[in-house]
């Protein structure tokens, strides 16, 4: 497994990502914003948390129209991997790649906590070493993270099973306290239609080692590179 | 040639930050506000003296970046 992690003026989990990324058994490296092209054997295209551009115009919005994120494209049309996370969802919902927007937090608040999650399908290269349902505990750090889609785009998102992440509390309750950013239908993450473009808010990739409070991000990473 | 690009959230979309300003609004005893939206205004200079042209462009620009228009409609004028 070959993961690039592309850098965009201003973002700042790239450090984080690649660790993650290291420690699941991908070899990585990193591509720049500027570029036409992947590296060479990219299996794995990522988009890594922060504030690309100073999150000017909408969040994502300058680094999605960034000339890598045409390789990207392609990539993701070959059916290649695309995993965005935080700033990285936001890019690759205005780039087209994911259906929706992520506006701002329904409370206003930038919200920096330890979150659960439940887990959607588990038939896809992000989520196989994870249960269907099983509730994991990984941080959030956003303050536009409020997904939302027309009413057509959500039916779709649910008729074909593409919600990825679902904010729950610590039982796997999807109740309204737990919609922590106002997002609709709790959507934490989606996927694409051939499932693989993975975008989502939570840092899977901030719980990966026990000295940082959890493991439960590092299967996603395993199962990557498995 | 000047033109001015106006966003504006589509109806039915949240906007928590027109809500926070409308109850700032309220606080400061600025009476008679039913409710805010808050939106975007890009003062724009053309090279073009063609009013039609420059719409054009700016249309182009509206929907390329300047609006996201699942939750987003925009408008442009020509100054």
Known sequence: ?????????????????ARALRLGGAKVSMAWHADSELPKGTDLAVLPGGFSYGDYLRCGAIAARAPIMDAVRAHAARGGLVLGICNGFQILC???????????????????????????RTDTPFTKLYRRDQVIEVAIAHGEGNYTADAETLKRLEGEDRVAFRYCDAAGDINEAANVNGSLNHIAGIYSEKLNVLGMMPHPENLVEAMMGGTDGLPMFKGLAA | MKARVTVTLKTGVLDPQGKAIEGALKSLGVEGITSVRQGKVFDIEVETQDKSRAEAILKQAGEKLLANTVVENFRVEVL
């Not at chain 1, 497994?1 to 990502?17: Q, T, W």
């Not at chain 1, 992520?102 to 439940?118: E, I, P, S």
Request: glycine fraction near 14%; hydrophobic fraction near 45%.
């Open chain 1, 1 to 17: 497994m070959h993961a690039a992690v592309i850098l965009f003026p201003g973002s700042n989990r790239e450090g984080d990502v």
């Open chain 1, 94 to 120: 205005e780039s087209g790649l994911l259906p929706g927007i992520l506006t701002r937090n329904a409370g206003l608040k930038f919200l920096c906590h330890m979150q659960h999650l439940k887990v959607g």
